[in-house]
Nanobody, 125 residues
Framework: QVQLVESGGGLVQSGGSLRLSCAAS????????MGWFRQAPGKEREFVGS????????YYADSVKGRFTISRDNARNTVYLQMNSLKPEDTAVYYC??????????????????WGQGTQVTVAS
């Protein structure tokens, strides 16, 4: 089992940047592929990006491609989401998630086994 704690959310102006972090503890971090999801009020949770256990493979939602970058530091047991050129529609609670199927790099919420508590990102217009 792994425990996940997100940080780095906050209020930012449109066009600004934030970097989210997700610290993992418990079982070996390299045993998990990692993902970021978000959920806006009244909407379903949606995929943002994912990264393989090695960091060598990444996937992104079309809505964030070219603006967001997911990365991981296995020595620090941390996954990051660098968010640039933020838009008001990026406002949501952002969650990191871990997938026990190490070789898979999932893009749907049902593929992930463990979730953090979320961090709020608000982009003001």
């Amino acid at each position: 089992q792994v425990q996940l704690v997100e940080s780095g959310g906050g209020l930012v102006q449109s066009g600004g940047s934030l970097r989210l972090s997700c610290a993992a503890s418990g079982r070996s971090f390299i045993d998990y592929a990692m993902g970021w999801f978000r959920q806006a009020p009244g909407k379903e949770r949606e995929f943002v990006g994912s990264v393989s256990w090695s960091g060598g493979t990444t996937y992104y939602a079309d809505s964030v491609k070219g603006r967001f970058t997911i990365s991981r530091d296995n020595a620090r047991n941390t996954v990051y989401l660098q968010m640039n050129s933020l838009k008001p529609e990026d406002t949501a609670v952002y969650y990191c998630a871990a997938d026990r199927a190490k070789i898979r790099v999932g893009v749907t919420a049902r593929e992930y086994d463990y979730w953090g508590q979320g961090t709020q990102v608000t982009v003001a217009s």
